[in-house]
């Protein structure tokens, strides 16, 4: 599952999230892919909102430059409190990309220490060249002894 947000009308986060339509592996992936928008309310994301999300092993996180503490933290809150169930577990694996890096630090300290993740791997890419701007990606996945 792909989550990236952006303010949308009314003050509430709009969640952008392309989800696996089958698991079949035949025809092009784009015909394996279908769009999803979902809708919060412009409140604090919570633990228990994680549910809402749909059941996926794996997530692509883009957030804006603000980062994306909310889910990062609901998260590491959801782990602490053990409430995993057989209806939602976390993803096993969690692919954060961000043109911020002071922010992807803060939530990469969340997801270690508090929700059990461990970092796998860690890169930047200067994709704006004579500029101060960098992408960063870091793939995190959830610690065996988590699951």
Known sequence: MAIAN???RGGSIS???????SIRSS?????RLRAA?????ARPLSAADLP???PA??????????????IVKALADRAEAGSESEEWQPPNRIVYV?????????????????????????????????????????VFDRDEDQR
Do not use: Q
Request: net charge positive; proline share 10%; glycine share 8%.
């Open 15 to 21: 969640h952008r999230a392309a989800l696996p339509s």
């Open 98 to 138: 961000s043109c911020n890096p002071a922010t992807l630090a803060r939530d990469a300290g969340l997801l270690v220490h508090r929700a059990g993740y461990r970092c796998s791997a860690a890169g930047a890419v200067n994709m704006f060249p004579h500029t101060a701007h960098v992408e960063s990606i870091a």
């Open 37 to 41: 928008k979902l809708v919060f309310p």
């Open 27 to 31: 025809g092009p992936i784009s015909n």
């Open 6 to 8: 952006a303010p949308s």
């Open 57 to 70: 092993r794996k997530w692509l996180i883009d957030p804006p430059r603000e980062g994306a503490f909310a």
């Open 52 to 54: 809402s999300f749909g």
